[in-house]
């Protein structure tokens, strides 16, 4: 490999240790060889003998650099290996310094609102400005757990794909788990999204009806819309209180008695239910249980009118149901069942 692709490499991991542009310099000119001046760095790197020096004080401060005990003392590089140590080590101190002053800040702050805790709020009304650039930022500093509520009408230009801060949470394992509207389930895009999401390792169920969207981090805090007929209206932020307990017990109210959502699993059906086409059945019976209408699983199943007439009305007998909403109910019995089975957990 040549030295100056070695170079650049070096270059941006010693920026990022603390380096500036002409410590990195003078550093990697001095590398090479056993000892120079700070008059033949000037000359060779076209520097004033002054900006030479300040900028060798600085290395050696930062334990780069040693100079030779002479009258006009030669300078050296420490080998990289030693000098990215000193680096780190230094980094590490400064870090450690950082941590210490913003603890020493949060201990002042808390100290200035005791007394007054009572009266700190638990809820604040915020700008649909505000969330927009809040709404991601929250998702990303969970820690353990996302619980999410999401329903129409949407603000999300496209809907065909998670947002890259929820697969980045389920990445770090932390326990993401939503109830989904079955009428977003109509809208173009929204499967894919959710098959893709299961597939990362989030867990889905499909409500017929929520009242409300609903993002609740940690159970730390929430947001809500304050109108849920406005989705670019003011939204209400919940901290750690008894009403943020209550709207966690709300989702998993609605958790509870939703059906699960199954993408590219094989479901439980009572009798092996459909023996013929077995993977679109597996597939009409998801879609089913989550409450599609007929228009939305024609078009998913790619299948016209009459034949997904023809599959329902054969689903609904080998279940031994008498109508289409019993199929579906079984269908997400069955479902539910298998989630919640031991194999599942």
Request: proline letters at 6%; aromatic letters at 4%; one cysteine or more.
């Amino acid at each position: 490999m040549k030295r100056s692709s070695v170079v650049s490499r070096a270059s941006g991991v010693l920026r990022t240790l603390g380096l500036t542009q002409s410590e990195e310099r003078i550093y990697y000119m001095l590398l090479p060889r056993d000892g120079t001046t700070v008059a033949e760095i000037a000359k060779h790197l076209a520097l004033s003998p002054g900006s030479s020096q300040r900028v060798l004080s600085a290395l050696e401060r930062k334990g780069l650099v040693t100079h030779s005990p002479e009258q006009i003392p030669r300078y050296s590089a420490v080998p990289p290996d030693i000098a990215v140590e000193v680096l780190i080590a230094r980094r590490q101190t400064d870090l450690h310094h950082a941590r210490a002053a913003m603890a020493k800040l949060r201990d002042s702050i808390d100290s200035k609102r005791k007394g007054r805790r009572a009266q700190e709020r638990v809820v604040e009304i915020l700008p649909p400005q505000t969330v927009a650039h809040m709404f991601f930022q929250f998702i990303r500093s969970a820690q353990s757990e996302v619980l999410c509520l999401e329903r129409m009408p949407t603000v999300v230009s496209s809907i065909d794909r998670p947002h890259d801060s929820v697969l980045d949470c389920l990445a770090r394992g932390v326990r993401c788990r939503s109830i989904t509207d079955n009428a977003l389930l109509n809208l173009p895009g929204t499967l894919n999204r959710l098959r893709i999401a299961t597939a990362a390792g989030e867990q889905y169920r499909i409500s017929p009806s929520l009242p409300s969207k609903l993002l609740v981090v940690d159970r730390r805090l929430a947001i809500i819309p304050l109108h849920s007929a406005q989705p670019d209206g003011l939204v209400l932020l919940v901290r750690s209180s008894s009403l943020l307990d209550a709207l966690c017990e709300m989702f998993e109210m609605y958790w509870r008695a939703a059906a699960p959502f199954i993408a590219g699993e094989a479901i439980i059906t009572p009798a092996d239910a459909l023996d013929s086409h077995p993977a679109n059945a597996d597939a009409l019976l998801s879609l089913l249980a989550s409450g599609m209408n007929d228009k939305a699983i024609e078009h998913e199943l790619a299948m016209s009118r009459r034949t997904l007439a023809r599959r329902i009305f054969e689903l609904t007998k080998r279940l031994g149901a008498s109508t289409r909403f019993q199929a579906g109910w079984l269908a997400a019995q069955a479902m539910h069942q298998q989630d919640l089975s031991p194999s599942r957990e």
